[in-house]
């Protein structure tokens, strides 16, 4: 893609991070990081996350770091050391800031490592945004809906907890299933989103028959009146982290958000439909397969409510 | 994991392949390969073969390269250019004569590349068996059945052949699920099989129901009297070229090998079970869940067989 992105000339930020603690090093971005023994590249085994760095901050920090902590303990790797890597975070975030005062793009990788040596490997990498997220984040997107292609099998109740939500608690029938973890093994979403550009739309939906579920790296919020609606978390629907500072946020500006499951009719008649992540921030849908969203009349202040749930 | 095998001391091998034809040339295996930015690495988005390397020859070569060109083919990558792959992997094949006369272990990794360049990243390794899958060569292995955890929505249609073979065609409801590639994303097969072995064993079949599918890197083959089965491929059951290949050997020396669908009584009452894959050829399965199998009469002439048909 052409670009007259200044950003795009930054230099990315590699900070290896010892996986027990111990030096925060740079790593030079031209070399070569990962061995070809390693876990991420042999078997996709490792975990996640992006955070988004704004200002003096990483936005959401505590909740991702949450999530980091759960895909891990999914995945039976050793519990990472949070104080270490927010260190290593804020040492790349502080050089990014002697090199620019723009957003950028953190990502945090944790691998179960070497087969010679089977110790984790550990970085964070710091990253300019790219044009297309910036341009889907101020224009839109065009999103297919589609099944996702595979049902996790499970067993699955629901129940209310004390503030009135419906709260989905699902057992996968294999135990050791990843299910919620957020693995490096993404091959199926990327094939989606391919299938997608290639039919003339940005993202994808995914549904199931009727339901929805999440988008392929984002969550799918909805906006009618004063309601914000989120399909319920849980199962292979990975809680969003945005979604969840998103609702937080609102709530306490008079927004009332609640999880609950949503039908393709939810997101025709909706005032509004959102697909939050953490870099992105907030997408908002202008096609659905067919059909064409209207920009709502508070399209910047729905924008500026999930900004400032992320203090970006 | 403790050793004594010589073969551990015998240095890997790295070939850097230009993915559209050119040098080939050595990587240092000390030095890392991969970079940060590798879609291998950030999501598991590539493709890969598991070859053996006996005496002068890679072993049913041909079955992997067809496998590879259509994994990358359901991957939407470039189409590799095999007759370079096959000269890399005669040049690591030379180099590691040049080091040893034992067999090694060779993997075809082709990725989608960096994102930074979109230029497909591919590369070699030759690497010593470890003394793990020889053990379990040689004295088999206990295996635990399980559901696979998920289930691929599609249509499925069975035909009979010229042959009066059964086959099974099968469409995935998502058209872009790349159902039947073998891509780096095992992040769930990974998964499952440190689930067996924290639960004492050392593999897994996977079942649907009563209902055999096939082990997490391996072809699931019965033998009762002079009968070979395995299950039908297709669908998520991946087309195993060991199998394939020992099928085709068998039946030419008097075998009657058929793809059948296969409960659980049938392993139950095999005289043998096998699971074949490339590496570790044929694991006799000496445990299924609960249930000892007999080691039958005619081990060591089935897996002479197994051996025979890899030219091994």
Redesign the interface.
């Known amino acids: 893609m052409a670009s007259n992105n200044p950003e795009k000339s930054v230099e990315?930020i590699?900070i290896a991070v010892e996986p027990f603690g111990g030096s925060i090093r740079n790593?030079q971005?031209q070399?070569?990081?990962?061995?070809?023994?390693?876990?991420?590249?042999?078997?996709?085994?490792?975990v996640?996350e992006t955070l988004l760095l704004h200002g003096d901050h990483a936005c959401n920090l505590e909740r991702h770091a949450k999530r980091f902590v759960a895909s891990s303990r999914l995945?039976?790797l050793p519990e990472p050391n949070l104080d270490y890597w927010i260190a290593a975070t804020n040492k790349a975030l502080e050089q990014w800031r002697e090199r620019t005062d723009r957003d950028a793009k953190c990502?945090w990788?944790y691998t179960?490592g070497r087969a010679s040596t089977g110790i984790p490997t550990a970085?964070i990498?710091v990253?300019a945004i790219s044009d297309h997220v910036l341009e889907q984040r101020q224009h839109g997107v065009k999103v297919m809906t589609?099944?996702?292609?595979?049902?996790?099998?499970r067993v699955e109740t629901t129940s209310t907890d004390d503030e009135g939500n419906v709260v989905a608690t699902s057992s996968?029938?294999?135990?050791?299933?990843?299910v919620g973890a957020k693995?490096?093994?993404?091959?199926?979403?990327?094939?989606?989103l391919?299938?997608a550009r290639g039919h003339g739309f940005d993202d994808v939906i995914y549904m199931e028959g009727d339901k929805v579920l999440e988008g392929a790296t984002s969550t799918v919020v909805t906006v009618r009146g004063d309601k914000l609606r989120t399909p319920i978390p849980g199962g292979d629907i990975l809680p969003g982290t945005t979604q969840a500072a998103l609702f937080e946020h609102a709530s306490q500006h008079g927004w009332r958000c609640k999880a609950k499951e949503l039908r393709r009719e939810d997101l025709l008649r909706a005032d509004s439909v959102w697909l939050v992540s953490s870099v992105r921030i907030a997408a908002r849908v202008r096609r659905i397969d067919d059909v064409k969203l209207e920009r709502p009349d508070n399209e910047d202040e729905i924008r500026a409510l999930i900004m400032g749930a992320l203090g970006a």
Chains 1, 2 share one sequence.
């Not at 070399?31 to 390693?38: E, I, S």
């Open positions: 990315p590699i790593h971005p070399l070569p990081l990962v061995f070809f023994d390693d876990a991420a590249v042999t078997r996709g085994d490792g996640f995945l039976d990502v990788t179960r970085w990498t990253t589609s099944p996702r292609g595979y049902t996790i099998d996968p029938v294999a135990p050791w299933l990843v693995t490096l093994s993404y091959a199926a979403n990327m094939a989606a391919r299938w």
